[in-house]
């Protein structure tokens, strides 16, 4: 039962951190009707900052504070100087330079840092296993990612839903033609909304550094997850986002945690423990196939066009 | 205009030598240069490059002309490579590869057109077993074979149960399983990982201190190892059940793991400080080339690849049309191996020792591993009787 409890805590931990991701990517594709392949690449991007700023100021937070404000400005470069001449063309047009974005950060990253990855260390005061409830100890790491990742959910919240930038977001979302007429710089909200897209996924690239390791590439893998999410949520939803993100990381987590020992009550030890894992994976691809056929829009889909 | 310059030219050299197969050893080497995994195919080239420096650059008295090849650590691109290397750049040896399933998917056609190929580090049973071929050598060991001996030290160290987890793919099933075919404990558990996709490994370390195992067993090569020593220390597992490891804890991993790798002992055939003359000059002359940088075992696999071949190569005068007389030649293993004693099997993979090894500071204060004992002695791999050539 404690094992249960434990192991719902690392689903819904990498949940929440695939949120964050999944986050800018709805933003952007849901509001700005732009498809970023490039999204991975600012992932990368803000744990390559963290690692290099933790190292230089010789703080954490600081470090990190630093790496997500360089996230967002190299975001709203980024839009500035590439993305916003491709607005106009369509998806595909935006694949191709996004792919060759992803090829370019790459090799950046290659020339500046070398093939080798970085390290980022935690503090000491985040390496403790925490007591959550009697004889369930976690990782005290993780538990701030749920943290920080809960908190950046409330906040993007309370903006899209609470504020007058939220509310032409949520506009432009459905309406961007409109909301141009009435003279709103939609030049400008765009910008501020990829910049904001571009520090989720730094601020998530950031927050699994100390997990796994800094390397070249590390956006790819994951993106696929949280396209993935963000088909399951609906597009442009954030709430859609939310609950899918939660979704799939529980199935993924619980499914390589359980799956195995469901499957030894029907196949032999050996073959039930190589065939769980690619079970679990697939189930995420299921869910998402299911949910395409059941509600193509998406579980939440957001306001429609 | 430029391919019938070299036709022309090609004409003029084959009427000037007629006894020759070609003026340069043409050398194709297989390994990832792409990718979070690109510094393993670096460090070995950059050893391979300085086997041939210490060569000279040339064998049996002909120039060396190694071309590289990026697999991008994908099966497909490592057939496709190894197809361009033979059939239209038509090496006379081909060397490298990493990856246990980019070897077996480029296998079959190094082998159909009888081109020598030696894996310089990939070592799946199934190469060691019913797909050995007199056309295929190998400077590395068989896949199970490290893991043996960690599950050998593990019973002199009386552990009593472990907890296995690994990859799943080609090569983490032989590690799991080798150390399974050693260690008399019982086994708890076994997990595999989505490879290479699975970065977080919190449901298998939940599973692992849920067992009541007394030992983990894990084999992670490249950044995972990074990343599953980090997750070990970070989920507080590391003060409650020790770790033993193959692969995981190198030269290219340890600056990441840091202190997180102090007091995981691992297996190796190959350790930087092993006391014989070869090595000494490798690890020097490694470390004076390419300053910075550490070799690994991956680099001193490499390394012995290049001698093998110039040992064939000296032993035919060249002339690399003698397949049989080089077959016959490498299988004597006559070359000085960084690793000590070396012979080959009847499967062409080599009989060798394996050493414990352990992580400890140098002298440059630089984490460093130390060879501590050695485990097993002239061990050879549990599938050379699989084989159908027979000595």
Redesign the interface.
């Known amino acids: 039962m404690?094992?249960l409890v434990?192991?719902s805590l690392?689903?819904l931990?990498?949940g929440l951190l695939l949120f964050m991701l999944a986050a800018g990517l709805t933003l952007v594709f849901g509001i700005m009707d732009f498809v970023n392949l490039a999204h991975g690449s600012l992932y990368m991007m803000g744990a390559y900052f963290a690692a290099t700023f933790v190292a230089w100021t010789n703080s954490f937070v600081l470090g990190i504070l630093l790496a997500l404000g360089a996230t967002l400005l190299l975001g709203i470069a980024l839009e500035f100087v590439a993305l916003r001449h491709l607005y106009g063309r369509d998806h595909l047009d935006q694949v191709l330079a996004t792919f060759g974005l992803i090829l370019f950060f790459n090799d950046a990253v290659r020339l500046i840092w070398g093939?080798?990855?970085?390290?980022l260390?935690?503090p000491a005061w985040l390496?403790?296993?925490v007591q959550i409830v009697p004889g369930v100890?976690y990782?005290a790491?993780?538990l701030s990612i749920i943290v920080v990742a809960l908190a950046v959910a409330a906040l993007l919240y309370v903006v899209v839903m609470r504020t007058r930038v939220g509310m032409l977001i949520r506009a432009g979302a459905s309406n961007r033609e409109m909301i141009g007429a009435l003279g709103i710089n939609i030049k400008l909200l765009f910008t501020l909304v990829f910049g904001l897209g571009a520090a989720l996924a730094g601020l998530a690239g950031l927050m699994q550094a100390?997990?796994?390791?800094v390397?070249?590439?590390?956006g790819e893998?994951?993106l696929i997850l949280a396209f993935v999410i963000i088909v399951i949520g609906g597009i442009g939803s954030i709430r859609g986002a939310f609950l899918a993100a939660i979704f799939v990381g529980m199935i993924d987590?619980?499914g390589?945690?359980f799956l195995?020992d469901l499957l030894r009550m029907m196949l032999s030890?050996?073959a039930a423990?190589?065939a769980?894992?690619?079970l679990?994976?697939m189930l995420i691809y299921l869910l998402m196939a299911i949910v395409l056929v059941v509600r193509p829009e998406g579980l939440f889909p957001a306001a429609k066009r | 205009m430029k391919k019938a310059f070299w036709l022309a030219g090609a004409t003029v050299l084959a009427l000037a030598q007629p006894a020759s197969a070609g003026d340069t050893i043409k050398i194709g080497f297989v390994s990832t240069f792409s990718g979070p995994t690109a510094v393993i195919g670096n460090d070995m080239r950059n050893s391979f490059e300085l086997a041939l420096d210490h060569l000279g650059r040339k064998m049996g008295g002909k120039p060396v002309e190694v071309i590289y090849e990026d697999d991008g650590q994908k099966p497909d691109v490592g057939k496709q490579k190894t197809e361009k290397l033979i059939q239209s750049d038509k090496v006379d040896f081909i060397a490298g590869y990493i990856w246990s399933n980019v070897l077996l998917a480029s296998l079959k056609t190094a082998v159909d057109s009888k081109t020598f190929l030696i894996s310089a580090n990939a070592g799946p049973s199934q190469l060691a077993g019913e797909l050995c071929s007199p056309y295929v050598f190998s400077t590395s060991w068989q896949n199970d074979q490290t893991p043996q001996a960690v599950g050998t030290y593990m019973n002199q160290k009386g552990v009593k149960s472990v907890f296995l987890i690994g990859p799943n793919y080609a090569a983490g099933k032989d590690m799991l399983a080798g150390v399974k075919s050693t260690f008399k404990g019982q086994v708890v558990g076994e997990e595999y990982t989505v490879w290479p996709s699975q970065l977080d490994f919190s449901a298998e370390l939940t599973k692992a201190k849920n067992s009541k195992a007394e030992s983990i067993f894990v084999f992670y090569p490249g950044a995972a190892g990074v990343q599953f020593l980090n997750q070990y220390a970070q989920a507080g597992i590391k003060a409650q059940i020790p770790l033993y490891t193959a692969f995981t804890i190198d030269e290219l991993s340890l600056p990441l793991q840091k202190e997180n790798a102090l007091g995981v002992p691992g297996a190796q055939q190959w350790v930087n400080d092993l006391p014989n003359a070869e090595n000494k000059k490798f690890v020097e002359d490694y470390r004076k080339k390419y300053t910075g940088l550490r070799p690994t075992f991956y680099g001193a696999q490499s390394y012995d690849a290049a001698n093998l071949i110039n040992s064939a190569v000296i032993a035919v005068k060249g002339d690399t049309s003698k397949k049989d007389e080089m077959k016959a030649e490498m299988e004597k293993a006559n070359f000085k191996s960084v690793r000590g004693p070396f012979k080959y099997g009847n499967n062409h993979i080599p009989i060798q020792n394996f050493y414990l090894q352990d992580v400890v500071k140098d002298a440059d204060g630089q984490l460093s591993l130390k060879t501590v004992a050695t485990i097993v002695k002239d061990d050879q791999d549990r599938f050379a009787d699989k084989c159908p050539m027979k000595k």
């Not at chain 1, 390397?215 to 590390?218: C, D, L, V, Y």
């Open positions: 404690l094992v434990e192991q690392n689903g931990q990498f093939p080798a990855g970085l390290s260390p935690l390496t403790v296993p100890f990782p790491y993780r100390p997990i796994l390791t390397q070249i590439g590390m893998n994951i987590t619980l390589r945690a195995p030890s050996a423990s190589t769980a894992p690619a679990s994976s």
